[in-house]
Structure formats: structure tokens, C-alpha cells
């Protein structure tokens, strides 16, 4: 992966943290992404300390599900735009537990808008490039939610549904082209995911993971790196990646 150019949406926290660091170690050069800009200075800077001079960091702020900022974003770059051949589409959120007769439709504007259309602005935004350069691998962020629904989760679901969707059908879009396209759906990690999801309550956040090991974002980078380093012709199109203590979506096994 030495050399490479990874864009990483949402590194501000997470998995796409994680992402960011675990893509540095191979060598990867990064663009990395998220709305805030503080969080991507302070990563950014991180970066440049623990990797000065074997790996070049941007970093570029921008609201996925504004179509007209991607694009700004993305012209920001330059020409250097033109080298991303790693895109991971990872920037997402869920909103509520609240069933659908009591949700509120602001909520799920705000989950399809991000994790469906988000992703496929920027995919939409890179992808020409990758055809021209006949290179590029892009790694969607799914979930076990999209395959498997559960009570209070049904626009998530949805939301993650359409990404494994989107990733089976730009599979077929790309086909005669050596690019490959990844859809990588985790059960429970432990993030910042409950505390958006929960709305800022860090009891009923870490209550979440309470007596169970979940999966570390550092998990899921490992499995992204993996995809990423199998051989050319080799497309991982699916990976699902439960903690051992999460036997199903809906069943944890908690030690107290
Ligand atoms: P975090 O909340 O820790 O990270 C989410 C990231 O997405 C942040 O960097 C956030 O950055 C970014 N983001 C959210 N909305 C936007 C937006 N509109 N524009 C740009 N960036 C945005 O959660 P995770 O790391 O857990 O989540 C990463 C992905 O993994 C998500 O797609 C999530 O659905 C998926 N996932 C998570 C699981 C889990 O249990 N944690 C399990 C399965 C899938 P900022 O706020 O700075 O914009
Ligand atoms: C996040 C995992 O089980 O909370 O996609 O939906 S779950």
C-alpha cells in the first residue's frame, strides 16, 4: 500500500480514526475528512509527528450530505485529487432508539442523507479519476444492521442496507475495470457511535458495551487493511465482523 492515497471520510473519531493510523503504518498517504475541523488539525498533526516524512496528511473539512461542499472540498485539493485510489466511505451516523410511529423524521433525514446519499456524493465525486487511472479500491462502512433490522433501528437499517446495496451495484458498474469495491458491516464496536446515537448521554453510551467485549475501531482498521492488501484480483465484496460476545444482532452476552 506504500504510496498509495487513502481519502477517509469521517477520521475525526473512530473507526476512521483508526483507519487513518492503521493506513499511515502501510505507507498510505491521507486525505482525512469529517465536519470537525479542530479534530482533523489535532489528527493531522499527529500524524505529521509520528510519520514526519514517510507519509504526506491532508486534511479537508466538509459535511458529507452537502453535495455543493464535497465538490468545493475536493477542488480544494487540487490535482492531488486526481491520485485518491483508496476511498473510505466510513463517515455515518445513527440517531434515537425511538420506534418508527414516535421518530422523528428530521432524524432520518439527517441518517439517509449522510450514510446513503453522503456516500454516494463522494463516491460520485472520486470515481472518474479512479476509471482514468484504472486503479481504486473503494471500502464502504455497512453493518450487520443493514443485513439483520432490529426494533428502533428501522431507518439505520435501512441506511446500511442501501449501502450493501450500493456496493453490490457498483460491483457491477465497475466491471471490466480492475476496480474493486468492499462493503464491511461490524456488529458492535465501542466509539463515539452511542454517544451521537444517544444524543451526548454517556451513561446510556456506555451502557451499551456494559459487560461484553465489543469490537475496538483499531478491529475494524485491521480488517480494512486486510481487504485492501489481498492481491488485485481478489475482491472481498462482503465482510461481517461480530464481537465473539455478540452472537446475533439483538443478543449480547454480558458477564454481569
Ligand atoms: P463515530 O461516531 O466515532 O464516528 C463517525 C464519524 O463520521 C465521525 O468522524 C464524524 O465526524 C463522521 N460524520 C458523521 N456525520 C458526518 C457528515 N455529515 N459529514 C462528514 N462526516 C460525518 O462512529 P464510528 O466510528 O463507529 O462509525 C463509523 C462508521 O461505522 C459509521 O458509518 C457507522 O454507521 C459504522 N458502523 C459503526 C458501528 C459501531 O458499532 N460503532 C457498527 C457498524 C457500523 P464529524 O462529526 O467530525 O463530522
Ligand atoms: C452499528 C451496530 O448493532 O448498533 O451499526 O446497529 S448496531
Known amino acids: 500500500m ?3 492515497l487513502a481519502l477517509i471520510t469521517g477520521a475525526t473519531s473512530g473507526i476512521g480514526e483508526a483507519t487513518a493510523l492503521r493506513l ?5 498517504d491521507l486525505v482525512l475528512t ?18 514526519a516524512g514517510k507519509v504526506g496528511v491532508d486534511a479537508l473539512a466538509f459535511d458529507v450530505a452537502d453535495r455543493a461542499a464535497v465538490g468545493a472540498a475536493l477542488e480544494r485539493l487540487g490535482p492531488r485529487a486526481e491520485r485518491i ?22 432524524d432520518w433525514d439527517r441518517v439517509i442523507d449522510t450514510n446513503v446519499k453522503g456516500l454516494m456524493y463522494v ?20 453493518s450487520v444492521a443493514g443485513r439483520w433490522s432490529y426494533r428502533g433501528g428501522a431507518v439505520y437499517c ?10 453490490e451495484g457498483l460491483r457491477l458498474d465497475l466491471v471490466g475495470t480492475p476496480l474493486r469495491v468492499t ?3 461490524p456488529g458492535m464496536v465501542e466509539t463515539e457511535f452511542s454517544d451521537v446515537r444517544y444524543r451526548g448521554d ?3 453510551a456506555k451502557d451499551v458495551y456494559a459487560g461484553m467485549t465489543p469490537l475496538s475501531a483499531r478491529d475494524i482498521a485491521d480488517t480494512i487493511a486486510w481487504c485492501l492488501s489481498r492481491p488485485p484480483h481478489v475482491n472481498v465484496q462482503e465482510l461481517i465482523v461480530f464481537p465473539t460476545d455478540q452472537p446475533a444482532v439483538g443478543h449480547v452476552h454480558r458477564r454481569s
Open 2 to 4: 506504500q504510496g498509495r
Open 24 to 28: 499511515a503504518e502501510e505507507g498510505c
Open 34 to 51: 469529517g465536519r470537525r475541523s479542530g479534530r482533523l488539525s489535532a489528527l493531522k498533526a499527529r500524524l505529521d509527528a509520528m510519520f
Open 85 to 106: 485510489d483508496i476511498l473510505v466511505n466510513n463517515a455515518g451516523l445513527a440517531l434515537g432508539t425511538e420506534v418508527a410511529q414516535s421518530g422523528d423524521p428530521e
Open 123 to 142: 463516491t460520485r465525486a472520486l470515481l472518474p479519476a479512479m476509471i482514468r487511472r484504472n486503479r481504486g479500491d473503494i471500502i464502504n462502512l455497512g
Open 158 to 167: 435501512a441506511s446500511k442496507a442501501a449501502v450493501r446495496a450500493i456496493t
Open 183 to 185: 462493503n464491511i458491516a
Open 202 to 204: 454517556a451513561q446510556k
